[in-house]
T-cell receptor
Framework: SQQGEEDPQALSIQEGENATMNCSYK?????LQWYRQNSGRGLVHLIL?????REKHSGRLRVTLDTSKKSSSLLITASRAADTASYFC???????????FGKGTSLLVTP | DAEITQSPRHKITETGRQVTLACHQT?????MFWYRQDLGHGLRLIHY???????NKGEVSDGYSVSRSNTEDLPLTLESAASSQTSVYFC???????????FGPGTRLTVL
């Protein structure tokens, strides 16, 4: 069953603004990953945060993880039109290799 | 450059036909996965493999099968296609435990 749930389902902002997406999950995890999917394309890995980490940065991306609340957030700073995509959080399933994906947040960045 | 490819990219078939979707990766990854993506459901795991001759069922495996005869390929077979299997199918691979997954471009399958 799906582990992660993103919030909001859809987000519309203007270029230059920050975008924040949230992910909640149900059971304990070893790590949480964020992926981006452009329309009609496959998913692309953005960042992985391990359960013993609280915050991680990669370029304009900032991910936080709160294991006590079973939640994570993805912040994209200074958004660009090219950031328009769907964003998914994924948690490791019981097997440890496969991933459980949420339903995604659809981000629209307008010029 | 290493990559993961899927074929065909688009397929239309009829109910009851057998369909095989191909997935080929040149990353030399041991782990390979098949997901389906549907509106309102996100991505759901169908089958996965940790190496040659290893296959495992995922969340939505009914009506699907896979086989792993080499490291590079994990074909997905729909034994008797049903309209409920109309979806976009993604193949992915990863190097090891808790590693990022690399996704193929997807196959859009329509079952009439």
């Amino acid at each position: 069953s799906q582990q992660g749930e993103e919030d909001p389902q859809a987000l519309s902002i203007q270029e230059g603004e920050n975008a924040t997406m949230n992910c909640s999950y149900k059971t304990s995890i070893n790590n949480l990953q964020w992926y981006r999917q452009n329309s009609g394309r496959g998913l692309v890995h953005l960042i992985l945060i391990r359960s013993n980490e609280r915050e991680k940065h990669s370029g304009r991306l900032r991910v936080t993880l709160d294991t006590s609340k079973k939640s994570s957030s993805l912040l994209i700073t200074a958004s660009r039109a090219a950031d328009t995509a769907s964003y998914f959080c994924a948690t490791d399933a019981n097997s440890g290799y496969a991933l459980n994906f949420g339903k995604g947040t659809s981000l629209l960045v307008t010029p | 450059d290493a990559e993961i490819t899927q074929s065909p990219r688009h397929k239309i078939t009829e109910t009851g036909r057998q369909v095989t979707l191909a997935c080929h990766q040149t990353w030399n990854h041991n782990n390979m996965f098949w997901y389906r993506q549907d509106l309102g459901h996100g991505l759901r795991l169908i089958h996965y493999s940790y190496g040659v001759q290893d296959t495992n069922k995922g969340e939505v495996s009914d009506g699907y099968s896979v086989s792993r005869s080499n490291t590079e390929d994990l074909p997905l077979t729909l034994e008797s296609a049903a309209s409920s299997q109309t979806s976009v199918y993604f193949c992915a691979s990863s190097a090891g435990y808790q590693n990022e997954q690399f996704f193929g471009p997807g196959t859009r399958l329509t079952v009439l």
